[in-house]
């Protein structure tokens, strides 16, 4: 898989929207980018996951560079209760059980 | 809620003893993931059941051993317990084999501590 670095930490004030990025250059055509939160010792909360196109659910959007190679989370209107540890994590197609976890970007809402 | 229930919440065991963690799967969800966050280490993957039938082993110890039995609840068991193996313990489950569009949800975790 698809190596991801993400930046270890971010702020957010409460009410804005929170960018988080993740760079995954070395990522195959064939690779899936999956997003996750982990809200303290509780168990991750999946969010979003993409191939190329942009994506959009209720808790967030997923935006992908053309070349594929970064992309950026977006809460859109952040709140206390979002922070958390988010990982960006990339899977390959065919059988791929797995997630590979890296170490995040621990995401401060504050008010 | 994801839907996928782990117990106990909590375990507090010595060393050298075995422990059994339990994880029932979302409805409908044929896979069971084990995972093991721990201080040091981070989120890391154990082992993977498709149906009773393990499909793919990560960093699972030979000490540790698992099983999903015919209604896909499935077991972890832990033995001779050391301190290094307290951490929290996810489960996740999914719907098919585990293909890269075959979303993982988990669970709330067990947090073993050994003595």
């Known amino acids: 898989d698809a190596k991801t670095t993400q930046p270890p930490s971010m702020d957010c004030a409460e009410g804005r929207a929170a960018n988080l990025p993740c760079n995954h250059s070395?990522?195959?055509?064939?690779?899936?980018v999956y997003w996750y939160r982990q809200i303290h010792s509780q168990g991750p909360q999946y969010i979003i996951h993409?191939?190329?196109n942009n994506e959009t659910n209720e808790m967030a959007s997923l935006i992908i560079t053309e070349d594929r190679k970064s992309s950026t989370l977006i809460l859109p209107h952040a709140t206390l209760r979002d922070t958390a540890v988010y990982y960006c994590?990339?899977?390959?197609?065919?059988?791929?059980?797995?997630?590979?976890f890296g170490t995040g970007t621990r995401l401060q809402v504050t008010l | 809620d994801s839907g996928v229930t782990q117990t106990p919440k909590h375990l507090i065991t010595a060393t050298g003893q075995r422990v059994t963690l339990r994880c029932s799967p979302r409805?409908?969800?044929?896979?069971v993931y084990w995972y093991q966050q721990s201080l040091d280490q981070g989120l890391q993957f154990l082992i993977h059941?498709?149906?009773?039938?393990?499909?793919a082993k990560g960093n699972i110890l030979e000490r540790f051993s698992a099983q999903q039995f015919p209604d896909l609840h499935s077991e972890l068991n832990l033995s001779s317990l050391e301190l290094g193996d307290s951490a929290l313990y996810f489960c996740?489950?999914?719907?098919?084999?585990?293909?890269?569009?075959?979303?993982?949800?988990f669970g709330p975790g067990t947090r073993l501590t050994v003595l």
């Open positions: 996740a489950s999914s719907q098919s084999g585990g293909h890269s569009t075959d979303t993982q949800y």
């Open positions: 070395t990522i195959s055509g064939n690779e899936y």
């Open positions: 993409g191939l190329k």
């Open positions: 994590i990339v899977r390959v197609t065919g059988t791929a059980s797995k997630l590979t």
């Open positions: 409805s409908g969800d044929l896979s």
């Open positions: 059941y498709y149906n009773g039938e393990e499909r």
